[in-house]
């Protein structure tokens, strides 16, 4: 009984393995794992590393016991408190000071959990709450963020010293970093501008206690999060996230859409428990020679929408609007409708769409945002699930079961109401940028190391890590091609700070072994002759993601092709100076692999 199980076990994590090879070492491992199979029996008595965790005893299935022992849909889905980045004095709107903390303290994640240790954002320990208070700013309006750490002594995860990390005597590094913000660089949460309680200990990169918020968009849909060097899987595992929006009176009164009550966000990410209700993430790592701690990705089995598991919520006969953040470290979401219901997505990311998009499902990276409007009247049934089919890891992973393949449930109420919301035909007017307008091209290549036996030790952009010397230098006002060459099995969200991108085309990559061998020789991709390793079909975007993004999902053995403009979407400058110190970043947006090192900094010049 034992030893079947235990090989159905490696069969699985086999299967979860080979997904994450390169092609190119995948003849060798598989005979390697035919070994493994063999050999299947000696091996049941090692200790399993992914496994299990030595330091609480949990292991894959008492932590998939613990999910499956919480019933769905029994806490109301929370809102979280609103502050607002403004204020109004003699009939116009002034910039607001703020000062939101980072605390430790408990959080009630569902009914039936005892209440787990978090970090939690807030202007007190006591507003404090998983995610943080909802920030509305106003168009055009600054709004200024005193972000304090008062973070204990000792993180609540184990660290990996072995990464690029920061490295304080004692405490928490945090460092905040606004999703989509069009900020000024001494306020976008450089990673090595993070600080501890007090400010007592700072980063080499660190100059600011209170950050400024420009809020130049039009509109915008952001978050909030830890940004710190080697933490961010880590501190927002642990709670350090929230949303942030601009908003725009004028134009979304215009819009006629869903406002109000009936306009909600809903934060979305993964986690694991322990039985005794803490969120638990396994200390040691696939490779503990290499890193003790480290794993290539994060997947939790319990789904948690605005800090509640599994919430349900009561919904009416009519439109509403939900804006959908992927908050995850790791995971990727298809959402989609139990009864079939299609939805209008009118945003992506931090943009609206040129018009309504109608949707049966949609695929959400980490850190992407959908907007959607959902119209409950035209429903059968009075309860609808919002339901999750994307595989993990994406796109070659497992398919999500009975618990991680549900996310929320509306209840919809009887009675028909009116309901003058609208979606309009036309949203915002996209410029599309041309491939003529860029002053120069860039390869941007994605790759993954492997241990002997497989394991990812490290990912990497261009073969050098984070604080390798600055070699993206865009100049200001202009247009720049990037190729993102992905040599990895992952499908990689891509993500640019300040600058908003437009997709042009995705072509696959022919003969993938031959192009990483030489890269890897190389260092790099410009003595490979990459022309010839392309295929000449190319997929276009699509049309709910062919306006402005600042993600995008990078599909393996895919070079996709995107123009990022380092100006204003409307083409107008930055409004500050953007080419300061410590300049910007871009990077995966799977936490783990933001942390260990798929991120590089890049600084505008003038
Ligand atoms: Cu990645």
Request: hydrophobic share 40%; aromatic share 10%; with cysteine.
């Amino acid at each position: 009984m034992i030893l079947t199980r235990c090989v159905f076990e490696q069969a699985k994590m086999r299967a979860k393995r080979q997904s994450r090879f390169s092609a190119s070492e995948a003849p060798i491992v598989r005979s390697w794992m035919r070994l493994i199979m063999i050999s299947g029996f000696i091996l049941c008595t090692l200790p399993a590393a992914t496994a299990s965790n030595n330091e609480t005893g949990e292991t894959e299935d008492t932590l998939l016991a613990t999910a499956e022992q919480l019933p769905l849909f029994v806490d109301k889905l929370p809102r979280m408190p609103r502050i607002k980045g403004y204020a109004s004095r003699n009939g116009s709107f002034v910039p607001a000071n703020l000062t939101i903390g980072m605390y430790m303290k408990l959080w009630k994640f569902h009914r039936d959990l005892p209440p787990s240790k978090v970090f939690a954002f807030g202007e007190s320990a006591i507003k404090a709450t998983v995610p943080g208070p909802s920030i509305v700013a106003m168009s055009g309006v600054k709004t200024y963020v005193r972000w304090e750490n008062h973070l204990p002594e000792k993180h609540m995860f184990t660290i990996d010293e072995t990464l690029q990390v920061a490295k304080p005597a004692r405490g928490v590094p945090t460092v905040v970093h606004l999703h989509g913000g069009v900020t000024e660089p001494h306020s976008d949460g450089n990673a090595l501008a993070w600080f501890t309680r007090n400010f007592e200990e700072k980063g080499p990169k660190w100059t600011h206690d209170v950050y400024v918020y420009q809020n130049a968009d039009t509109t915008s849909n952001m978050w909030y999060h830890d940004h710190a060097m080697g933490y961010t899987r880590l501190n927002l595992l642990a709670g350090l996230v929230g949303p942030y929006k601009v908003v725009n009176p004028e134009l979304e009164r215009e819009f006629g859409l869903p406002r109000k009550k009936f306009d909600r966000e809903l934060m979305v990410m993964d986690k694991s428990f322990t039985k005794d209700g803490q969120i638990y993430i396994n200390s040691t790592g696939n490779n503990p020679n290499i890193h003790p701690e480290w794993q290539p990705e994060y997947f939790g089995n319990v789904i948690i929408v605005n800090g509640k598991a599994w919430p349900y919520m009561n919904v009416q006969r009519r439109k509403y609007r939900f804006r959908i953040i992927n908050s995850s470290n790791a995971r990727f979401f298809r959402f989609a409708l139990d009864d079939g219901s299609s939805f209008t997505q009118i945003g992506s990311d931090s943009f609206y769409l040129e018009g309504p998009v109608e949707l049966k499902s949609n695929l959400l990276a980490p850190s992407e945002i959908m907007d959607v409007v959902i119209d409950f009247s035209k429903m059968k049934n009075s309860t609808v699930i919002l339901t999750n089919d994307a595989p993990y890891p994406f796109p070659d992973g497992d398919e999500p079961g009975e618990t991680d393949g549900k996310v929320m449930q509306f209840v919809i109420k009887d009675g028909n109401v009116s309901d003058k919301a609208s979606v309009p035909a036309q949203l915002r007017p996209v410029r599309r940028l041309s491939e003529d307008e860029a002053v120069l091209s860039r390869n941007i290549v994605l790759y993954e190391f492997d241990s002997p036996s497989g394991e990812p030790t490290h990912l990497t952009i261009n073969f050098v890590n984070f604080s390798a010397a600055v070699t993206e230098l865009p100049k200001i006002g202009t247009t720049e091609l990037w190729h993102i060459i992905n040599l990895t099995p992952d499908n990689h969200p891509f993500h640019v700070h300040l600058a908003g991108f437009q997709v042009l085309r995705q072509q696959k990559i022919k003969d993938v072994d031959e192009l990483s061998a030489c890269a890897v020789l190389h260092k790099g991709i410009e003595a490979c002759d990459l022309k010839k390793h392309i295929d000449a079909d190319a997929l276009s975007p699509p049309r709910n993601e062919a306006g402005w993004k600042n993600v995008f999902k990078m599909q393996p053995f895919y070079i996709t092709s995107i123009l990022v403009h380092f100006a204003m979407t409307d083409s107008n400058p930055f409004p500050f100076d953007p080419t300061g110190e410590p300049g910007y970043a871009y990077h995966c947006h799977i936490l783990d692999h933001e942390d260990n090192i798929m991120m590089r900094p890049y600084m505008l010049v003038k």
